[in-house]
């Protein structure tokens, strides 16, 4: 039905103009890159566009900024047709997503349409994509932990059910590989999983190969692939963490995983430098390196419905960089890194985890003092390793020396055998914890 045709059938059939809202109609005055300058569009941040092409097909997009009396529209698709005076109309607000259980099973794109050739999602409950407003206190206690199914991380660096954690590695160490053995024995009530700036084939390999159909039923996965605009590589982040927060609020413990913060941070950035936005280190804007705790901080233990969204976000570490700006400013905000080394993953080692410089800050609160001690004499034995392994490899180093380091050594081979997971295989909370209190004699 028309705009015309709704107001004509209104008040019983009787046409009244007064049911009509007044819109004003901006003009394209402007195309630089990928962002549009407009004229005569007096419309909020966040409002949704339709940009009319001279063929009569009309473009998407959202006003992202303005630049003295013109709005700043980002296309959402492509504007081969639009002519300089384009007619571009309002068309609604963005700010409201639709969630529901008919999400499960799904894979969809940044604006919640199916990717996987099913019929469009009908969902009765809406949410809203940028999250609310919430008061700290409302925020519980991490105190229970959370079995991912990896044995070095559930012994090792053990994560309670809503923590926040950073997968940190440079490309090639592991990332996706520790991602599905994670998705392989969570366990979670819902899992959602957003796949932000991707290769088209890894969106495919990942749904296929790692979405068992055991996991598949209880996951919803939202895709945006590196082509896409940047604006819709922000919208997919946080419509995977706003359906968590649906999910969360229904009592359900939610696992969150973002791949990749990284790529979230870049399609910021290239919104914050077409703004204006002054650059900082590694061009990174200041609204980029901000966005990071905005979407962090949206996950955690929810007071008032019991529920939880533990979040798992990977962090590329550009050129293996870990001083990079933005490992650093999710290092700030999350409960945990685990770092990933390359010189592990080198010599086959998976999952590649530098045991030595990653951590969970909230272990203490969630493991048995048992548990606790073990783990801190792992760690004591791997950075004993570690620091000295150039004079052990040399066989410049005297056993008898230095008796953590003679023990190091003699531990090494069972070490790294511990940490060691094939690919399929799952290891319980219960069975990596009582390994470790073991080998270490705790």
Not at 18 to 43: H, I, K, M, N
Not at 304 to 316: D, P
């Amino acid at each position: 039905m028309t705009r015309l045709e709704t107001i004509l059938s209104t008040r019983h059939g009787v046409a009244t103009l007064c049911d009509a809202d007044p819109r004003r109609v901006g003009r394209l005055a402007a195309l630089t890159g990928q962002y549009c300058e407009v004229s005569g569009f007096p419309y909020p941040l966040g409002t949704g566009t339709r940009m009319q092409a001279e063929n009569g097909d009309f473009a998407e997009g959202e006003v992202v900024g303005f630049q003295g009396q013109r709005a700043i529209i980002q296309p959402l698709g492509d504007v081969g047709n639009i002519a300089s005076g384009a007619a571009v109309y309002p068309n609604g607000r963005h700010d409201m997503i639709e969630v529901g259980e008919e999400l499960l099973g799904r894979v969809i794109d940044a604006k919640g349409r199916p990717l996987d050739g099913g019929i469009m999602p009908s969902c009765s409950g809406r949410q809203k994509i940028a999250g609310e407003d919430s008061n700290p206190l409302d925020r519980g206690r991490v105190v229970r932990a959370m079995d991912t199914g990896v044995r070095a991380i559930n012994a090792l660096l053990t994560i309670g059910e809503g923590q926040r954690v950073a997968i940190v590695a440079g490309s090639g160490v592991g990332k996706s590989v520790l991602m599905g053995q994670i998705l392989q024995g969570i366990d979670a009530d819902i899992i959602v999983i957003g796949l932000i700036g991707e290769r088209a084939r890894e969106v495919s390999d990942f749904v296929e190969g790692k979405l068992t159909p055991d996991i598949r039923h209880k996951s919803v996965v939202v895709a945006v692939t590196a082509d896409q605009v940047p604006l819709l590589r922000l919208r997919a982040a946080m419509r995977a963490t706003a359906i968590a927060e649906y999910f969360a609020h229904q009592g359900k413990r939610v696992l969150l995983m973002i791949d990749s913060l990284t790529r979230i941070a870049h399609a910021q950035r290239e919104i914050g430098l077409a703004m204006g936005e002054p650059p900082t280190m590694k061009g990174y804007t200041p609204s980029a390196l901000a966005l990071i705790p905005q979407l962090v901080e949206r996950a955690g233990v929810d007071r008032r419905s019991g529920g939880s969204i533990t979040a798992i976000y990977t962090v590329l570490a550009d050129g293996g960089d870990l001083e990079d700006p933005v490992v650093d400013a999710a290092r700030a905000i999350v409960d945990g890194h685990i770092i990933l080394s390359r010189t592990l993953a080198e010599s086959s080692i998976f999952p590649a985890i530098d045991v030595g410089r990653s951590l969970s800050r909230l272990m203490p609160d969630i493991v048995d003092r048992v548990h606790l001690a073990a783990a801190a004499r792992f760690r004591q034995l791997w950075s004993s390793y570690e620091q000295n392994s150039d004079l052990v490899m040399l066989g410049a180093y005297a056993p008898g020396s230095d008796a953590v380091l003679d023990d190091a050594i003699a531990q090494r081979p069972a070490m790294l055998n511990f940490i060691t997971q094939p690919m399929q295989s799952v290891a319980p909370f219960a069975d990596a914890r009582a390994e470790l209190v073991e080998g270490m004699g705790a």
